[in-house]
């Protein structure tokens, strides 16, 4: 494995259409030291945000590595997506569901195999 060229990064990520979109968006770089999405290790592996046909052609990028790895923290905003996409092999904006939804249903669960969800 090479070494991270923390250079390169820069210079690669924020010359991505991903980096430039959600300046423009938001009137703001993104923070790629944030606590909630590991944005190096998505590029060392080679991953890069794609066009979410979900979310009006926006970026996106993936929330987990190929090995199952996430890439975002338990804190961010939609990690629970990956979680019902692995349980249910569907993206979860394709069939409309919630991250309310997806909790219930976790509860549920939990509840009915006779422990409580933690």
């Known amino acids: ?3 991270f060229n923390e250079q390169e990064f820069q ?3 924020r010359g991505t259409e991903w980096h430039k979109e959600f300046s423009k968006e ?3 770089e993104p923070d790629l030291d944030t606590k ?3 944005y190096r ?3 060392a592996a080679g991953k ?3 066009r979410s046909e979900f979310d009006g052609g926006k970026y996106h990028w993936p929330s987990s590595l190929d090995s199952g790895e996430m890439l975002k923290s338990e804190d961010h ?3 629970w997506k990956e979680h019902y996409m692995r349980k249910h092999s569907v993206d979860p904006d394709s069939v409309g569901a919630t991250k ?3 909790e219930r249903e976790e509860f549920s669960r939990a509840f009915n195999e006779g422990g409580t969800k933690k």
């Open 100 to 102: 309310e939804q997806f």
């Open 36 to 38: 909630d999405y590991d």
């Open 11 to 13: 210079a690669g990520i």
């Open 1 to 3: 494995m090479s070494e």
């Open 26 to 28: 938001y009137g703001e």
């Open 77 to 79: 905003p939609t990690a």
């Open 41 to 43: 290790k998505a590029w």
């Open 48 to 50: 890069r945000p794609v």
